[in-house]
C-alpha cells in the first residue's frame, strides 16, 4: 500500500518541476580566435631554394634566403627568361610546386598578413627582376616582415618561391617553382 501512496506524490512533483519557471540561459559567447602572431625573428638563419621549371618553360635558378633584421634577403639567379623581360618574383603560401603549372603553390602569401590573407592580389605586392640579354636575372632583394623558420604567420620557411613571367601562349605564367627548406 505505500507503494500506492507515493504514486500522487510522485505525480505532484513532476507537475510541479514542469510547471516552474526556467531561467533563460545567456548564449555562450562564440569563441574569437586569437589573432596570428607574428614574429620579429624566426629559428633558422638560411635556407635555400632550387627553382625547378614549370608550365613548360625551360626556366630554372637558385635563391639563397639570409635572416635580416626587418625581413628576408633573397639573393640568387634565374636563367631561361624572356630576355630583357621583366618577371616577378613571389612566396606562395604552400611548399608544393608538384603541378605542372606550380598552381599547387596555392597564391601569393604575404609575410605581414599572415595567416589572415583575406584574398591578396599578386599585383602590387610581386618583386620585379629584370632578365638580362641572356634570359638570366641576378637579384639581391629583402622579403620585409617575413622571418625564417618557428611557425610565426610570418614565417615563410617551407612555403614556395615561385617565378612568373611569360611563356608562349601565357602572360605572368608560373615559369619556376622550388620549395624554401631551411639550412641552418
Known amino acids: 500500500m505505500k507503494i ?3 504514486a500522487p506524490l510522485a505525480v505532484l512533483l513532476l507537475s510541479a518541476c514542469a ?3 526556467r531561467t ?3 548564449p555562450t559567447p562564440a569563441a574569437t580566435p586569437a589573432p596570428p602572431v607574428h614574429a620579429a625573428s624566426g629559428t633558422a638563419q638560411e635556407a635555400f631554394v632550387p627553382l625547378a621549371s614549370a608550365s613548360g ?3 630554372s635558378g637558385r635563391a639563397t634566403l639570409v ?3 626587418g625581413g628576408v634577403r633573397v639573393s640568387g639567379e634565374v636563367g631561361g627568361l624572356v630576355r ?3 618577371h616577378g618574383l613571389q612566396v606562395h603560401e604552400r611548399g608544393d610546386c608538384s ?3 606550380a598552381s599547387s603553390a596555392g597564391a601569393y602569401f604575404d609575410p605581414a598578413a599572415g595567416a589572415d590573407q583575406r584574398g591578396v592580389v599578386a599585383g602590387a605586392s610581386t618583386i620585379r627582376i629584370v632578365a638580362d640579354a641572356e634570359g638570366v636575372a641576378r637579384f639581391d632583394l629583402q622579403v620585409p616582415g617575413a622571418v625564417l623558420g618557428g611557425g610565426a604567420a610570418n614565417d615563410i620557411a617551407g612555403r614556395a618561391l ?3 613571367g611569360a611563356t608562349p601562349g601565357s602572360f605572368s605564367a608560373r615559369v619556376a617553382c622550388g620549395v624554401i627548406r631551411v639550412v641552418r
Open 4 to 6: 500506492r501512496s507515493l
Open 19 to 21: 510547471s516552474a519557471p
Open 24 to 26: 533563460p540561459q545567456a
Open 57 to 59: 618553360s625551360l626556366v
Open 67 to 69: 635572416a635580416v633584421a
Open 84 to 86: 630583357n623581360g621583366a
Open 99 to 101: 603541378a605542372a603549372d
Open 162 to 164: 615561385v617565378v612568373s
